[in-house]
C-alpha cells in the first residue's frame, strides 16, 4: 500500500471510529441498589448496542443532594420516591417535565400511574411515572406474638427487650397514626404537624426499654429475627418476604391503621443529556419477562398490570401471606412532602436517639 492510500485508510477508519463514538451513549441511572441488576443491565446494552448503562446507586435523601449540587446534571434517569418530587422541584428546579407520549404507560396499573402523575404535576406538566412498589410496616414471628398488629403494639410491656425499629420518619409516621393522628392532613399547618412529632417523640423514647436494638439495615434486623432475639419490628416489607422464605412463621403485618406505601419512579434530571435513551429504558424494564428479573432483585411489586403475578414464587407467597385485599385498600401513600418537615423530622428524631442511644 502506498503512502497516500495508507493515509487515506487511515483516515477513513479516523472517521469512521468518531462516528462511532458519537452515536455512542451513555445512559446515566441514579437508582437505588437493586434496581438495576447486571442480567438486566446486560440486556439492554445487547438489545441498543449504542447505548452504555452507567449506575450509581443512591437514596431519596442523597438523590436530592446530587441533582441540587449540580442544578439537575450528571444523571438522565433518577428513581426518587413520589413523594419526594414535588417539592424538590419547586425549591430546586432539578428534574423536567416527561413526555408521556414516548412511554407506554398502557402497561401500569392505572391507580399507581393516575396517582404519581397526580403527585407530581406542576403548571400541567408531569414529572413522573411509577416503576415499583412497597410498603413498611410490620412483622412479626406468630408463633411468639401472634396478635402483633398494630404500631403501637411495638411498644407493649408484654414484649419488652423483644421489639426493633429504625430511627427514620417511617416511625414518626406510624407512631402518629397509632396515636390516632393522620400526619399527611397536618402537613398543611406545620404548627400542628410539629404539635404531632412532639408527642410521638415522647412515646417513642418512652418505648425504648421495649427496644432489643435499633437496626440500621436489613441484614442487621434479619439477624435479630432470625435469632429469636427480636419478635416483631418495623420493617419494609421486602425484608419480611424474604425472613418468610426462611421462616414461615416470620411474617409481614399491615399495620391496622394501614401499610405506608411507597412507589418509586422514573423522574429525567433537568439536564440530563439522554432522554431517549430513558425512554428506552423505562419502556424496556416494563416488560413483562424484566419485570420478573427486576422483582427478582428489588423484591416490590412492579407498578405494571397483574405485578403481583410477575413476582418470583417465593416472594408470590410471601406477598399472598401478609395482604388481605382489605389491607391492599388500607394502604396510606405517603403524601408529598412540603418544603420545611424534613428538617422537623430530622430534630424529632435527634431528640430520640439523643435520649435512647438509639
Keep these: 500500500m502506498t503512502g497516500r492510500k495508507l493515509t487515506a485508510a487511515l483516515m477513513a477508519a479516523t472517521i469512521l471510529t468518531a462516528a462511532t463514538a458519537a452515536q455512542a ?33 443512591s437514596n431519596n435523601e442523597e438523590m436530592i443532594a446530587k441533582l441540587r449540587a449540580t442544578g ?20 430546586y428546579d432539578i428534574y423536567k417535565p416527561m413526555d408521556l407520549s414516548k412511554i407506554d404507560t398502557s402497561v401500569m396499573e392505572p391507580k399507581l400511574l393516575d396517582g404519581v402523575k397526580a403527585n407530581t404535576t406542576i403548571d400541567g406538566e408531569v414529572y413522573s411515572v411509577p416503576h ?22 411495638l411498644c407493649d410491656p408484654k414484649y419488652k427487650g423483644k421489639t426493633s425499629m429504625r430511627l427514620k420518619r417511617t416511625i414518626l409516621l406510624g407512631t402518629a397514626f397509632a396515636m390516632g393522628e393522620d400526619p399527611f392532613a397536618a402537613y398543611a399547618d406545620l404548627d400542628k404537624y410539629q404539635a404531632i412529632l412532639d408527642k410521638a417523640v415522647d412515646k417513642l423514647i418512652a418505648c425504648k426499654d421495649n427496644i432489643k436494638a435499633y437496626w440500621k439495615g436489613g ?7 432470625l435469632s429469636g432475639e427480636v419478635v416483631a419490628s418495623e420493617t419494609w416489607d421486602s425484608t419480611a418476604y424474604r425472613l418468610y422464605n426462611q421462616n414461615p412463621n416470620i411474617v409481614f403485618v399491615p399495620p391496622e391503621t394501614g401499610a405506608l406505601a411507597w412507589i418509586d419512579t422514573f423522574t429525567l434530571p433537568r439536564k440530563g443529556k439522554a432522554d431517549e435513551a430513558a425512554y428506552k429504558w423505562i419502556n424496556f424494564v416494563m416488560q413483562p419477562e424484566i419485570v420478573k428479573l427486576m422483582s427478582a432483585s428489588t423484591g416490590s411489586v412492579a407498578a405494571v398490570k397483574g405485578g403481583k403475578e410477575l413476582l418470583p414464587d417465593d416472594k408470590k407467597a410471601a406477598f399472598s401471606a401478609a395482604f388481605s385485599a382489605e389491607d391492599i385498600a388500607n394502604l396510606q401513600f405517603f403524601a408529598n412532602i412540603p418544603p420545611g418537615v424534613e428538617d422537623m423530622e430530622g430534630k424529632a428524631l435527634e431528640k430520640i436517639k439523643a435520649a435512647t442511644g438509639g
Excluded: C, N
Design 25 to 57: 451513549e451513555t445512559l446515566r441511572l441514579l437508582t437505588w441498589g437493586s434496581y438495576a441488576p447486571e442480567e438486566v443491565v446486560k440486556m439492554f446494552e445487547e438489545k441498543y448496542p449504542d447505548i452504555t448503562v452507567e449506575v450509581t446507586f
Design 72 to 91: 439537575g446534571a450528571g444523571y438522565d434517569l433518577a428513581q426518587p420516591s413520589h413523594d419526594r418530587i414535588y417539592a424538590a422541584q419547586l425549591e
Design 132 to 153: 415499583v412498589w412497597g410498603t413498611s410496616g410490620l412483622m412479626a414471628d406468630k408463633t411468639k406474638a401472634p396478635d402483633f398488629k398494630s404500631w403501637a403494639d
Design 219 to 225: 441484614d442487621d434486623l434479619s439477624a435479630l429475627m
